[in-house]
């Protein structure tokens, strides 16, 4: 994981940094760049939002927290660029799972 972007998400958003796309395959084959690689859908949380606020009035706190490990839907991600670095905001319903707990 890079330097920690200062930018906070609102609401149940969540910013991720995605896990780097493979390089080499197992077997040791460099694949180019312009090969048509799937992006992987794991990330490790950088930021969460303070939650959405729900009906009764309530702030309704995130089931993530910054360090975990997450799979994703691949059609949810918002790409941004901060500096050199890639990172996706989702929302909180777009995680499938926290991996390691």
Aim: aromatic letters at 6%.
């Amino acid at each position: 994981m890079s330097k920690t972007p200062k930018i906070q998400p609102v609401n149940d958003y969540i910013l991720i940094e995605p896990e780097k796309e493979l390089e080499k395959t197992a077997s040791g084959i460099f694949i180019p760049d312009t090969a048509d690689k799937e992006k992987p859908q794991k990330a490790t949380v950088v930021a969460v939002g303070p939650g959405k606020i729900g009906k009764d009035g309530k702030r309704e706190s995130l089931s993530v927290k910054a360090g975990d490990t997450v799979l994703y839907s691949k059609y949810g991600p918002t790409e941004v660029k901060l500096g050199t670095d890639e990172y996706f905001f989702i929302q909180e319903s777009d995680v499938i799972a926290i991996l390691g707990k």
